[in-house]
């Protein structure tokens, strides 16, 4: 092959192939796609919603990993490419149950849109302390993107009521992408918002951090189930909505929707 051929080939030294989007991801952004059109014309439609609403969040959160590790890779860190989590791929995540099963059964218990902790960034490959926090702000900045994009239609005042359906999905998954993004800027040591901050401490507390990590989400499953946090987080995140004009009554039908096998 020509020198040009491998070039074609090669993107800094990675295949191409590392950069294509992967069928999985392909077909859920389909899945999407056909459930909010059957969600629109109302084809089984709490059975639609419900898919709209898992497949929108599955597409979400490939896209919250997938912010990560592009990031990353700009900043240096070439491997993220060859583990193939710049394939959009939640298979190639460190950790499918944290990342994928665990918020989609939180989200479909709970209404909560939980952060995943999928991909692996080698920090020792990044320099500076700034690029380090932006590769953890690219997953909520994404989950926050997503939420602005869905409330964007209800600016304009929709007749919800000819499509009472899919508008609920559309809320509920806007609820769902701002409780993520609140969630993931919390400064517990695992999650993003500690990930950010732990470049800018002190070498001691870099290690307290590291040493919790792995039990982040066990740590945010303790400071939720304390009454008094959780009706403070829950009131700032309404209270965002609320500014952001997303109407509660559609998000709450919205959850009522998607638990189908309850009626």
């Not at 991801?25 to 999407?32: M, N, T």
């Not at 491997?79 to 791929?89: E, I, Q, S």
């Not at 994404?142 to 999905?169: Q, R, S, Y």
């Amino acid at each position: 092959m020509s020198d040009w051929g491998r070039d074609y080939r090669l993107v800094m030294g990675v295949p191409r192939e590392a950069f294509r989007p992967s069928p999985i991801f392909l077909g859920l952004v389909g899945l999407f796609a056909l459930s909010g059109f059957m969600a629109w014309h109302q084809v089984t439609p709490r059975f639609a919603v419900f898919l709209f609403v898992v497949a929108g969040w599955l597409v979400s959160l490939c896209l919250h990993e997938y912010a990560h590790a592009l990031v990353a890779y700009r900043s240096g860190d070439r491997d993220v490419a060859h583990r193939g989590y710049l394939t959009l791929n939640p298979l190639k995540y460190s950790n499918v149950l944290l990342s994928v099963v665990l918020p989609v059964i939180v989200l479909l218990l709970g209404g909560i849109g939980l952060p995943g902790g999928a991909v692996w960034v080698d920090h020792a490959s990044i320099r500076g302390r700034l690029r380090k926090s932006l590769i953890s702000l690219a997953g909520p900045g994404t989950n926050l993107l997503f939420t602005l994009l869905l409330v964007i239609p209800f600016a304009f005042e929709p007749n919800v009521f000819a499509h009472i359906e899919f508008w609920c999905g559309v809320a509920l998954l806007a609820f769902l992408q701002l409780t993520a993004t609140v969630l993931n800027l919390l400064p517990v040591p695992g999650l993003d918002g500690g990930n950010m901050i732990q470049p800018w401490l002190k070498p001691n507390t870099q290690k307290v951090y590291s040493t919790l990590a792995p039990y982040g989400f066990i740590l945010l499953f303790a400071l939720l189930w304390q009454p008094t946090i959780n009706r403070y987080f829950f009131d700032a995140v309404f209270w965002v909505g609320d500014g952001l004009g997303l109407p509660q009554q559609l998000y709450a039908i919205g959850y009522e929707l998607i638990r189908f096998w309850e009626r």
